[in-house]
């Protein structure tokens, strides 16, 4: 990574207490994010109404900032549009480097707010799509109270029903399934109730199996905030997905690069398709598309951004 000296990679170093000590690999703050993440302004691909912008017009337009210490990554919430536009002005940016295992822990202080016509997103790829898996860490829609948490896999992987806290359980993970395998957070964990909280910590172990905690600030765990994680002294997770039947964590996801995006509407069977089919947004706002809206209500988006304190890596 240009500018940017890692922690030479380690594998976890065993204790005599018996727990696995991990090496800091990633450190970013409001001070050096341009040096781990890239602005992307490709055309949406999931044709979303929007219009991700490079770093310079994003910080022109306070779409991107550093300020207490914080990284901003927002929307334009001023310019009226025409429906037919493009889209409304975002950001979407990438990692340079890439992981295959460890503990990624992202601490927020903001997390967009429920409300018709977003689609936020933090979530993981592998771009090589050999084998394709993605995981969608935390994804919203509408106005829908909860996150999402959700896999797309390649081949043909299937979540258990058991051993983490979220609900509406999805199961078939495979590529042909749009929606993917996973769970929906509770309202605490995402949008006004996790911000009225303080923010906190969202954490993805990718070990020998894929675990994700939300922790709000109060219940942030004491070996996190001391940089020494420890994922087998954490709470059930809020979801959970283990090698099973042929699929194990290692071969599937890999390579996986990091991703920031606040999209808009977007394809059916995307972040179109809840305006119509999985909520009350086309009767709640009269307007009978996603596009027409957000078009012509800038304003509803002044909360759509993350404010992130810090994203930390550990191997």
């Not at 001070?31 to 310079?56: A, H, I, M, R």
């Not at 990554?73 to 950001?91: H, K």
């Not at 295959?100 to 790829?125: E, K, Q």
């Not at 997770?237 to 090698?243: C, R, T």
Request: hydrophobic residues 35%; proline residues 3%.
């Amino acid at each position: 990574m240009k500018g940017v000296t890692l922690v030479a990679a380690a594998c976890p170093v065993i204790l005599g207490t018996g727990v696995a000590a991990y090496n800091l690999q990633w450190d970013v703050n409001s001070s050096n994010f341009l040096d781990y993440f890239v602005f992307d302004t490709e055309t949406d691909p999931t044709k979303g109404f929007v219009n991700y912008v490079d770093q310079s017009t994003a910080s022109n337009d306070g779409l991107y900032k550093t300020n207490n210490n914080q990284i901003h990554l927002g929307v334009d919430s001023t310019t009226m549009l025409d429906s037919s536009a493009t889209g409304r002005n975002s950001v979407r940016v990438y990692s340079q480097d890439t992981f295959s295992s460890g503990i990624l822990i992202t601490d927020f202080a903001h997390l967009p707010v429920s409300v018709c016509g977003i689609w936020p997103a933090y979530w993981t790829i592998n771009n090589q799509a050999n084998p394709y898996g993605e995981i969608d860490i935390l994804e919203a829609y509408d106005d829908v109270a909860g996150a999402y948490v959700s896999l797309h896999t390649g081949n043909t992987c299937t979540l258990s029903n058991s051993g983490f806290t979220g609900t509406d359980v999805r199961t078939d993970c495979t590529l042909s399934n749009g929606g993917g395998c996973g769970v929906q957070s509770t309202s605490n964990q995402f949008g006004a109730g996790f911000n009225a909280a303080g923010g906190g910590v969202w954490a993805l172990s990718l070990e020998d199996s894929l675990q994700l905690w939300v922790f709000t600030r109060d219940e942030i765990p004491a070996d996190i905030t001391s940089g020494n994680p420890d994922p087998s002294s954490w709470d059930t997770p809020l979801f959970k997905f283990d090698s099973n039947n042929g699929c194990d964590v290692a071969s599937n996801f890999i390579d996986q690069t990091v991703i920031f995006n606040l999209d808009f509407c977007g394809d059916n069977g995307a972040g179109g398709q809840e305006w119509s089919d999985w909520t009350d947004c086309a009767s709640s706002t009269g307007q009978s598309t996603c596009n027409a809206y957000v078009a012509a209500n800038p304003s509803a988006y002044s909360e759509t951004y993350f404010s992130i304190n810090s994203i930390k890596l550990y191997q």
